[in-house]
Every structure is written in C-alpha cells, then in structure tokens.
C-alpha cells in the first residue's frame, strides 16, 4: 500500500512570512495527525481529524496556526506568520481507526529564519 | 495526564550484544504502548505495540519488548544488534479506553558500533 505522502520535504521562510505543508493519507484512513517534532525532543500533536472533523486540537497555537481536512481525505497544516520557534519537522500521520497503529510520512522540515 | 519516560538520550552497545532501550509510562487506566523507530530524514516507523494479552511482544527487525505492570514499564530489547539498529527509537502510550491521543517520549539514541 502506498504510504503517507507529505510535502515539501523542506521549506526555508522568513519570519513573519506564512507557509502552508500538505498531507496526503493512506486510503481508507479515517483519522489524521499533525505532529509538531522540535530538535532533540518527541513528536507533540497538534490536531487530529476524524475523516474531515476535528478531535482534538487543543496544543494547536490557533493565533497562528490552521489545519483543515477537506472531503475528509487531504489536509492542509498552515502558519501565519511563522515565528522562529515554529522551526521543527511537522509529520503527519493516518491510521485507520483511533487505536490501530499510526503511519507516518517522512516529514517536512520548516526552518524560519 | 499521560507521559512517557525515556531516561537515556543515547544507548551505545557494540554489534552482536544484546540491547535494551528504557521505558516508563504513566497513564490513567489501562495502556496502548507503543515503539517507533526513526532514521535520518524519515519520519517515524511501528516497531511493536501491546494492547493487552502476553507481556512479551515481538515486533519488526527481531526488536520485542516487555510490558511490566507492576513498573509501569514497557522495555525494548533485542538479542542480537546490528550496525543497522542504530536509530532513534520513541516510545509513546495512550489509555485503552475512551478517548486518548498518543504521547511520545523525547526518543533514545541507538548507537550500535561494529
């Protein structure tokens, strides 16, 4: 089966600029995760989608950040304006139900200078 | 709230030694435990899970991981490293009921020499 497809790999902004990173799941993948991944520490989720619904998003900063999951397949994860604490690796994640294993794509790597 | 420890950031063994790579978790209720591995530049990869059921799990690569009540830990070991081992490995838990997302640890450092 073919597997999570994110893009860019990489993305290089300037503070205060907006970026946006799309995520392309497993098919037949109801639930969706974009995991925020800063240097040295563990994956730390920031909203999860039940087919085009939010679940969760409560560790999403909404001042700057956006994500939306259109027709309940891709998604979108945006920010705006991009601080530079924002640099991280941003992962998104499918899975088939709420407690199967999660799927992970390679990840975009987002540095704001 | 739910949090996993992962104490080590780096475990050095050299190739053909048995590995072990350290966990604790704290949940409220009965967990979900995860092993992810991740190599440069990819994102996370399953190694094994437990649900419920036998402690010992066995998972990809030959990595199997002990699930421990009592110490609230889930260990994962290998009898046998190789060059190809070396990683970053995360451990990550979630309650088994109602609603729960995954939480990872800060993830350990695999480094197997030859």
């Known amino acids: 089966e073919a597997g999570v497809a994110q893009s860019p790999r990489y993305k290089i902004i300037e503070k205060r600029q907006s970026v946006a990173f799309w995520c392309n799941p497993i098919?037949?993948?109801?639930?969706l995760y974009w995991y925020q991944q800063i240097l040295g520490q563990g994956p730390k989720l920031l909203i999860q989608?039940?087919?085009?619904?939010?679940?969760?998003d409560s560790q999403l900063p909404k001042d700057r950040f956006s994500a939306e999951r259109l027709k309940g397949v891709d998604s979108t994860l945006k920010i705006q304006p991009a601080k530079l604490e924002d640099s991280a690796v941003y992962l998104c994640?499918?899975?088939?139900?709420?407690?199967?294993?999660?799927?992970f794509g390679s990840g975009t790597r987002l540095t704001v200078v | 709230a739910q949090s996993v420890a992962q104490p080590e950031d780096q475990v050095k063994v050299a190739e053909g030694n048995p590995l072990t790579v350290k966990c604790t978790y704290s949940v409220s209720g009965n967990p979900y435990l995860f092993w992810y591995v991740q190599y440069p530049n990819r994102g996370l990869q399953f190694l094994l899970k437990?649900?419920?059921?036998?402690?010992l799990v066995k998972g990809s690569y030959g990595f199997e991981a002990e699930f421990n009540k009592s110490q609230t830990s889930f260990h994962l070991k290998k009898p046998s490293a190789l060059v190809s081992d070396s990683a970053l490995y995360f451990c990550a838990v979630r309650v088994r009921s109602g609603y729960s997302t995954l939480t990872f640890g800060k993830g350990t450092m695999l480094l197997v020499s030859p």
């Open positions: 994640a499918s899975s088939l139900g709420e407690f199967d294993g999660y799927t």
């Open positions: 989608f039940q087919n085009n619904g939010v679940v969760d």
């Open positions: 437990y649900i419920t059921g036998d402690n």
């Open positions: 098919s037949g993948h109801a639930t």
